[in-house]
């Protein structure tokens, strides 16, 4: 890889990384809710999880997942499941509240798993390993690549955060802070429609085959 391709995958990673997502709708309802401080696992989650699912996807997994179909697929349901249940969490959150009762931030492992499951995760990763990478590039340049989009993702996505954190003197009351919160689950939820019609209309398409 040259010099000016590795500039152009780190303007990459950092568009892909602060621009919205499924991530970044959830660190700004983290921001609003618990603050920069206790997000900051949740922070260093997605970086590190995103960064090392790009590193493995490169080794292997993603040209297993794009020659077994059903395997993605079921890969990709799972993670609108898991987004759905998200969603509903961030809905039903408290707000700065540290009562062991309330909601809590995610915690590292947590975020990192998450991205597993992140369909704009998976795309992403799939975009910067094949537009980035020649198929017989050395091993070593996927770590690289890893290493890289979690050390741009990391401050990218933490602004996030921060946006999140300087609403709360804006949504300072619990009526307030239902409409932001309501607000972020459903364009969480907006976030997966696209995924969630297409793995529909493959079961579809599936179911009629058999």
């Not at 010099?3 to 621009?19: E, N």
């Not at 989009?149 to 401050?155: C, E, Q």
Request: aromatic share 14%; charged share 10%.
């Amino acid at each position: 890889m040259s010099f000016s391709v590795f500039l152009s995958f780190v303007l990459y990673s950092f568009v892909t990384s602060v621009t919205p997502g499924p991530n970044n709708i959830m660190l700004a309802a983290s921001g609003v809710n618990f603050g920069f401080k206790r997000s900051i696992p949740h922070i260093l989650g997605i970086g590190c999880g995103f960064g090392f699912m790009v590193a493995v996807v490169g080794l292997g997994i993603g040209s297993l997942l794009s020659s077994n179909v059903i395997l993605y697929e079921c890969l990709k349901i799972i993670g609108i499941t898991y987004l759905l249940y998200l969603a509903y969490k961030i809905y039903s959150s408290g707000g700065m509240d540290t009562n062991a009762k309330q909601p809590k931030p995610l915690t590292f492992i947590q975020a990192a798993m998450f991205q597993w499951v992140n369909p704009k995760a998976w795309v992403m990763a799939l975009g910067a390993v094949t537009t980035y990478l020649a198929a017989d590039s050395a091993a070593y340049w996927y770590l690289i690549l890893g290493l890289t989009y979690g050390l741009v993702g990391i401050p990218s996505t933490g602004v996030w955060v921060l946006i999140g954190e300087k609403l709360q003197s804006v949504i300072h009351d619990a009526k307030r802070l239902k409409v932001f919160n309501t607000t972020m689950a459903l364009l969480l939820i907006a976030s997966v429609m696209k995924p969630m019609w297409d793995s529909l209309f493959f079961i579809v398409a599936l179911v009629s085959e058999l």
